[in-house]
């Protein structure tokens, strides 16, 4: 069975960089796609993008310009990196497999992440 | 990208059927045989229900089923049951390799 766990700080001050890692286990990272996804407090959900094990990258268009995503096939890991954070990039952050490039049917239990100024 | 549009709540009695619908456009959802559907429960992860329109990953009930017309997407959720009550998402694969959500409907059970 797949986990994900997602770490990383909970605080972040406005304009800096929003850094979170997410642990895979009881898999391989390698051969599948992984993705960031977020939700603002009572708000819908927003995909971030995709990355492939390779490194190849999918950003969605509207962070596109402040989003850098990277993965450690060694450590089994995958990160997010969003710069330039103001408050609306508080939100709880999930990691998840996208299945077959297009669903999402492992999920990490999430992280909350205050961006304060 | 424009988010997929769905209804901010619907409900129903138990037993009863209800249907969510989620609209799209010919570059997502009438593009493509890959949406999906996600049930959220309050303060935890979403889970998926519906993949590929109409399959259920193992383990899901099948209660929920997924269909398809034109740009909508549609989940019925039959034989109503009090833990049905949560958040449900649609999602699609879209024609720039991205993803797509809906803004959420929110299932009530009377």
């Known amino acids: 069975q797949v986990q994900l766990q997602e770490s990383g700080p909970g605080l972040v001050k406005s304009s800096e960089t929003l850094s979170l890692t997410c642990t895979v286990s009881g898999g391989s990272i390698s051969g599948n796609y992984w993705s960031w996804i977020r939700q603002p407090p009572g708000k819908g959900l927003e995909w971030i993008g995709n990355?492939?094990?390779?490194?190849?990258?999918n950003y969605n268009p509207a962070l596109k310009s402040r989003v850098t995503m990277s993965v450690d096939t060694s450590k089994n890991q995958f990160s997010l990196s969003l710069n330039s954070v103001t408050a609306a990039d508080t939100a709880v952050y999930y990691c998840a497999r996208l299945g077959r490039g297009r669903l999402l049917d492992y999920w990490g239990q999430g992280t909350l992440v205050t961006v304060s100024s | 990208q424009s988010a997929l549009t769905q209804p901010a709540s619907v409900s129903g009695s138990p037993g009863q059927s209800i249907t969510i619908s989620c609209t799209g456009t010919?570059?997502?959802?009438?593009?493509?045989?890959?949406v999906s559907w996600y049930q959220q429960h309050p303060g935890k992860a979403p889970k998926l229900m519906i993949y590929?329109?109409?399959d259920r990953p193992s383990g899901v009930s099948n209660r929920f089923s997924g269909a398809k017309s034109d740009n909508t997407a549609s989940l019925t959720i039959s034989g109503l049951q009090a833990e049905d009550e949560a958040d449900y998402f649609c999602s699609s694969y879209t024609s720039s390799s991205t993803l797509v959500f809906g803004g959420g409907t929110k299932l009530t059970v009377l």
């Open positions: 590929d329109v109409s």
């Open positions: 010919s570059g997502d959802i009438g593009g493509y045989n890959y």
């Open positions: 990355i492939y094990y390779s490194g190849s990258t």
